[in-house]
T-cell receptor
Framework: AQSVTQLDSQVPVFEEAPVELRCNYS??????LFWYVQYPNQGLQLLLKYLSGSTLVKSINGFEAEFNKSQTSFHLRKPSVHISDTAEYFC???????????????FGKGTKLSVKP | EPEVTQTPSHQVTQMGQEVILRCVPISNHLYFYWYRQILGQKVEFLVSFYNNEISEKSEIFDDQFSVERPDGSNFTLKIRSTKLEDSAMYFC???????????FGPGTRLLVL
């Protein structure tokens, strides 16, 4: 069965430090990968996605993630974080089942990023 | 930028009561979804909907749940007889195509007492 694993439930980091949030997925079929961010008391916002093409994808606010098929990973990185990056980050995978059905997103448990001054 | 909207933002109900959660997907999207997130847990898929019928549903989506697209803009989730364990944040999402990016609404926080 499809699954998404986020090993780190919480990641504390100081402002301007680099950060990596880990995500691994298991799938025997083609997969699309996403990172969503949830700021306190808000909904899920799409941060970035990998559908096809270049394995390195970037967001407008400095995050990037690299699809690594051999390691079945899609880790999220940012070279220098800001206080405003404090949020919960969810990795998700979409598999379109055989027969071309709609499929759905499978989410990881989320990683709470806490950026301290 | 178009976005998914959901109403109400918060709903408190008594156990056994029926609730209807409403969503307005992005206007040119054809695929709709409901997910839920119990406090402190992961986001879980409930149901997907396309062409006025359910495409897929999870084990969570039992007979107490139903979805409907009553008109050209709204997409609703009905919980017939709420239970304490239905307390969660419910997210609606929509996508232009079935296997493409899903855009989420802000959620409805449901509290069953």
């Amino acid at each position: 069965a499809q699954s998404v694993t986020q090993l780190d439930s919480q990641v504390p980091v100081f402002e301007e430090a680099p950060v990596e949030l880990r995500c691994n997925y298991s799938s025997s079929v083609s997969v699309y990968l996403f990172w969503y961010v949830q700021y306190p008391n808000q909904g899920l916002q799409l941060l970035l996605k990998y559908l096809s093409g270049s394995t390195l994808v970037k967001s407008i606010n400095g995050f990037e993630a690299e699809f690594n098929k051999s390691q079945t990973s899609f880790h999220l990185r940012k070279p220098s974080v800001h206080i405003s990056d404090t949020a919960e980050y969810f990795c998700a995978a979409h598999t379109q089942h055989l027969g071309g059905s709609q499929g759905n997103l499978i989410f990881g448990k989320g990683t709470k990023l806490s950026v301290k001054p | 930028e178009p976005e998914v909207t959901q109403t109400p933002s918060h709903q408190v109900t008594q156990m056994g009561q029926e609730v209807i959660l409403r969503c307005v997907p992005i206007s040119n999207h054809l695929y709709f979804y409901w997910y839920r997130q119990i406090l402190g847990q992961k986001v879980e898929f409930l149901v997907s909907f396309y062409n006025n019928e359910i495409s897929e549903k999870s084990e969570i989506f039992d007979d107490q749940f139903s979805v409907e697209r009553p008109d050209g803009s709204n997409f609703t989730l009905k919980i017939r007889s709420t239970k304490l364990e239905d307390s969660a944040m419910y997210f609606c999402a929509s996508s232009e195509q079935g296997a493409q990016t899903q855009y989420f609404g802000p959620g409805t926080r449901l509290l069953v007492l």
